[in-house]
T-cell receptor, first 111, second 113 residues
Framework: QQKVQQSPESLIVPEGGMASLNCTSSDRNVDYFWWYRQHSGKSPKMLMSIFSNGEKEEGRFTVHLNKASLHTSLHIRDSQPSDSALYLCAARTQVVGQLTFGRGTRLQVYA | GGIITQTPKFLIGQEGQKLTLKCQQNFNHDTMYWYRQDSGKGLRLIYYSITENDLQKGDLSEGYDASREKKSSFSLTVTSAQKNEMAVFLC????????????FGPGTRLTVL
């Protein structure tokens, strides 16, 4: 079973809409989450990271973390067609030097 | 800033062939990684290296070897290519074992005939 589960698998939102992506870890040793964005044919690029309970906002992007449930979510407001990409959630465990990635959520924003 | 380069960009091999993928970084990062990404899917860790001459197996290491002879380079060998091996192989690096922000290379797309 995947240790990092993302939902939904794919998401379609209109331009200007809100996109909400979820990620949960089943590994109780996880203490840090990252969100990466990967445009088609490109390599993943780090978007945001979070390790404290609560939320963190950077421009149109907000990340939430609930450490008790090991659940993080990424919210994109005022979605743009350029936000269309594969969004990967990664979790750090206490195994030094290793991240575990989820399968990703494919976001499509239509004009 | 820095950059990660991967060679070749496209690699075509025959089933059963031994194939080598190369990765170079000029970030001066200690830790380097090899991931496999199947079409449109997430990343699975094959090998990583915390420092020069160190090798650590990931979840997908069977069928692969790795080599980290220099701090700046990390090679991955597919020991016997299989048809279901077709995927993109991504190399990444991070500053050190405590820094988990990873920077990725452009990838090598492997096709096995």
């Amino acid at each position: 079973q995947q240790k990092v589960q993302q939902s939904p698998e794919s998401l379609i939102v209109p331009e200007g809409g809100m996109a909400s992506l979820n990620c949960t870890s089943s590994d109780r040793n996880v203490d840090y989450f990252w969100w990466y964005r990967q445009h088609s044919g490109k390599s993943p690029k780090m978007l945001m990271s979070i390790f404290s309970n609560g939320e963190k906002e950077e421009g149109r992007f907000t990340v939430h973390l609930n450490k008790a449930s090991l659940h993080t979510s990424l919210h994109i407001r005022d979605s743009q067609p350029s936000d269309s990409a594969l969004y990967l959630c990664a979790a750090r465990t206490q195994v030094v030097g290793q991240l575990t990635f989820g399968r990703g959520t494919r976001l499509q924003v239509y004009a | 800033g820095g950059i990660i380069t991967q060679t070749p960009k496209f690699l075509i091999g025959q089933e059963g062939q031994k194939l080598t993928l190369k990765c170079q970084q000029n970030f001066n990062h200690d830790t380097m990684y090899w991931y496999r990404q199947d079409s449109g899917k997430g990343l699975r860790l094959i090998y990583y290296s915390i420092t020069e001459n160190d090798l650590q197996k990931g979840d997908l290491s069977e069928g692969y070897d790795a080599s980290r002879e220099k701090k700046s380079s990390f090679s991955l060998t597919v020991t016997s290519a299989q048809k279901n091996e077709m995927a993109v192989f991504l190399c990444a690096s991070s500053l050190d074992r405590s820094s988990y922000e990873q920077y990725f290379g452009p990838g090598t797309r492997l096709t096995v005939l």
